[in-house]
C-alpha cells in the first residue's frame, strides 16, 4: 500500500494551491476581449485628439445622441411593459393554450430585426422614421424582456405571495411589492438586453432611414471611408453602453431574489382572468400577428410575388453553409473562452477571479459595429493586411461579440453543479484534468450546449459585423439578403430571410429546454 | 492503514482564524470522532486533511509520510484519503458501479465494483443512478467510492446530518460496521455528541480552533477537562461544594467524590459535576436526601427531564433530572432526590473552558 510521492506532486504551500492552469486560460481569454477596445482607443489617438474633439462636438453628434436616446427608451419601456405582462400572463393566470403562447411569442427572438424590419417597410411606407422604428425594434425584441421574466415568475417562491396576503396585503399591493419585486432583477436584466441591442442595431434602421450613432458609424467607415470620425462617433457610442450597463448595475443594487427551503417546485394556483380572457386572449393575438405573422408573411408573399424568375438555389445553399459553419466554429471558440473564466469565478472564490470574470462583461460596452470596426482597421493598419477580411478574423469578432451570451450559459451550468465533487474526485486519486474531463465537463455539458446555441443563433442572425469582416467573394445568408434587399430586390431576398429563420429554428428550441430544465436539474444535484 | 499525526495546524480565511494550532493524532485503524459546534472549524480541518487546501503552519503526517508541512503541500489525489461529503456527494451523471469504480485504473472498473458492493449490501443497485437511491443508500455507495482505493484514512463529513432520525441510527451502525471490516482509519466531524460517543473509539472535542480534550468516549463523558466540555458532552449540573475529607458537602447532600486529577488539599472550594442520570427520585425518609420542586417536566417516552428547585440551593440554575419514562411527576410536584455514585470535582476556578 505503500506509493511514491511524485515530485511534481509538491507544490509550494503558500497559500493554498493556485489554479496555473486556469488562470493563464483566463487571462489570455481576458486579453483577446480587451482587443477591440485598445485598437479602438489607438485608432483615435491616431486621427489626433484635437480632431477627435473637433468630431465630437458638433450638432450632428446632438441630433445622433436625441435619436438614438430617445428611440432606446421608449422601445425599452414598451419591451419591459408588454415583455413582463405577456410573462405574466403565461406563467400565473389560468390563459387558454398557455404552452402554445410561450412558445409563439418567443419565436420573434430567432428573427433577425433587419427581417423583421424589412416585413413591415417592404408593405407599407408608413412605417419609417421615429413610429417606424419603435413598432419595429419593440415587435423584434421583447421577447430578451419576456425570457427572463418568465423563468423568474416559473422559480420565485409562490409561497410569498400568500405569505403577503396572509400579513394583510392586498392583490394590488402584493402584486407589486412581491410578484413584480421577484421580477425585479429579471425585468432590468431584460431591458439591458434591449438597450445594449438598440445601441448595436444598424440594419433595422437602415431600412426605416432612422439615423443613430451605429449607421452614422457605419456610413462614415464603410461609404465615406473616413475612420477618424467613426472612431470618435465609436467612442461616444462606448461611453453610452457603459453608461447603460452601470445604470443597470446601480439599479439592482444588492437585491437578490433567493427563495428559501429546497428547490422543490410548488405550484402556484393560477390566477384566474375572469372576464378579462377574451381580451388578453385578443392582445396575445394581435402581438404575434404583428410580430412574427406580419415578417413571416411579408417574406413568403415577395417569395410567391416573384414566382419562378428568380431561383436562386446554388446562391441559397452556398450561403446557408458558410452561415452555418461561421456560426459554428463561433460557437465552440466562444465556449470554449468562457469555460475557463467561468470555473476559475465560480470555483476559486478569490476577489480577484471574480474580477477578471466582470472584466470580460465590459464587451457588452462594445457593439458588434465598433469591435467590427476596431479589428478590421487594425489588421488593414497595423498587421498589414494580415487576417484583412479572412473568415478567422470574422469568427474571432464573434467569439468577442458573442462572448457574455457564452459566458450566460456556461456559468449557469457550472454555478449548478456542485464543487465538493471535483473535490471528492481528486480525492479518489483524479488528476486535475482527469477531473475536468471525467467530472466537470460531463456536469456541465448542457450548459455547454446552451452556450453554443446562443452564440450560433445570435451568428446566423449577425448582419453589421458580417458586412464589414466577410471574407471577399463570400456570401453569408444575411449579407446576400441584405444586397438584395438594397437593390429593392424582394423577391430574392425573401427566401434569404426564410433560411435564416429556418438555421435558427433548431438552436432556439434546444436552448428553450435547457432553460425550462435548470431549476429541475438544481433539485437532482442537491 | 496508517496513524495519523496532525501538529501545530493553523489555517486562516483573510483575518479570521479558523484553526489556531491544531494537534491531533489517530492510531491506525480507529475510529475517531471530531466533535464541535457549527462554524468551529471541523470542516475547514478534513479539507486540510484531504488537500483540497493548504494549510498556513502546521505539520500533516500519515504514517510516515508527510503530506503537509515543510514547505510543501501534496495535492489531494496523492494523498489516498478517501473523503465522503455530506450528503454523499456521488457523480449525478454516472451509475452507481460507475461512481465505486471511478477512481480505479481504467481496466479494473469493469469489475472492481462487485465486491464492495458488497461489503455495503448494495450488490444489486449497481447499474442505477444515484437519484434513483435513497439518502441512506446514497452515503453507503459514497462509502464503498472512498474505501476503493484502498485508502490510508476516511474522512467523514457529518455523513448522517441528512438522514431522518430512525434511519439514522442504522445507517450508522452499517457504516461502522464495514470500517471495522475493512480496518480503515476513519475521522469523522459531527455537531451531534451522541454520534461521537456511540460511533467512536475515541472523541476529540474542537474548540476554538483547538482540540480542548480527546479522548475515549467514556472517559471523556466521565472526566470531561471543563466545564465548557462537559456540558458540550451531555447534560451536566454544576454546582458548589465543600470538601469533608473524602466526601463533597453539596446542596444535594455529602457526596462521595472522586477528583479529576490529584486531590488538592482539604477543605477548599470545589465544581461538582453530576449529570442527570446520576440523581435518583427517592422516597422522603432516605438518607442524605434533599427536598425539592419540579419547575417543568419534559415527557419523552423512555424517560423523563424535570428541572428542579431545591430548597436548599441560593441562587443556582435549576438542577436537571433525568427520571424513567415510567414515573409522572407533573410541574408543581414537590419531590426529593438523591444521587447514585461518586461525582467529580475539581477546585473551583480551574478550567472555567473559553
Known sequence: MSIAQPASAIVPARRGPRPWGLLIASAAVAA???????FLLIEAGGAGASSIVHLVFRSLTVTLLWNTVSLTAVVTALCAVIGTAAAWCVERTDLPLRKVWAVLVVVPLAIPDFVISFGW?????????????????????????YLPVAASFRNADPGQ????????????????????????????????LVALVMLAEYGAFEILSYQTFTTEIFTEFNISFNVAAASALSIVLVLISLAVLCGEGFARGRAQVSRAGALAQRVSTPRPLGRAKPLVLAGFTVLVALALGVPVGSAIYWMLEAGHAYLTGVSLIDAAWHTALYAAIAGVLATIMALPVALLALRHRKRAYQLLERSTYLVLAMTGLVIALALSYFSERYAGGFLYQSAPLLVLAYAIMFFPLALVGVRASVAQAPPGLEDVARSLGQRRLAVLWRV????????????????????????TATLILIPTGVQTLATQFWSYQQNLAYGQAAPFALAIMLIAALPSYVLGRFFDRLPSRAAVAA | MSDLS???????FGSHAVLKGLDLRARAGSFTAILGPSGSGKTTLLRLLAGFEAPDRGIVKIGARIVDGEGSHLNPEHRRIGYVPQEGGLFPHITVQANVTFGLPREDRRNGAAALLDLVGMADLAKRYPHQLSGGQQQRVALARALAVKPELVLLDEPFASLDAHLRVSVRDQVRQILRESHTTALLVTHDQDEALSLADQVAVLRDGRIAQCAPPHDLYAFPVDDEVARFVGEANLVVGTMEGELVQTSLGRLAAQWRHAPAPTPCQVSVLIRPEQIELRSPDAEGDSAGRVISSGYHGHDTVLHVQLASMNGEAPLVVRAPGNVHVPAGSAIMLGVRGPVLVWPVGEGQGG
Open chain 1, 161 to 192: 405571495e400568500e405569505l403577503a396576503r396572509s400579513l394583510g396585503a392586498g392583490r394590488l399591493v402584493t402584486f407589486w411589492r412581491i410578484t413584480i419585486g421577484q421580477a425585479r432583477v429579471a425585468i432590468l436584466g431584460g431591458c439591458l
Open chain 1, 32 to 38: 483577446v476581449l480587451a482587443l477591440p477596445l485598445v
Open chain 1, 440 to 463: 466537470t465537463l460531463p456536469l456541465v455539458g448542457p450548459g455547454l450546449a446552451a452556450a453554443f446555441c446562443l452564440v450560433f443563433l445570435s451568428v446566423v442572425t449577425e448582419l
Open chain 2, 6 to 12: 496532525v501538529s501545530g495546524l493553523h489555517k486562516s
Open chain 1, 121 to 145: 417597410a417592404s408593405l407599407s411606407t408608413w412605417v419609417r422614421g421615429f413610429h417606424g422604428a419603435v413598432l419595429v425594434m419593440t415587435l423584434a425584441v421583447y421577447p430578451l424582456v
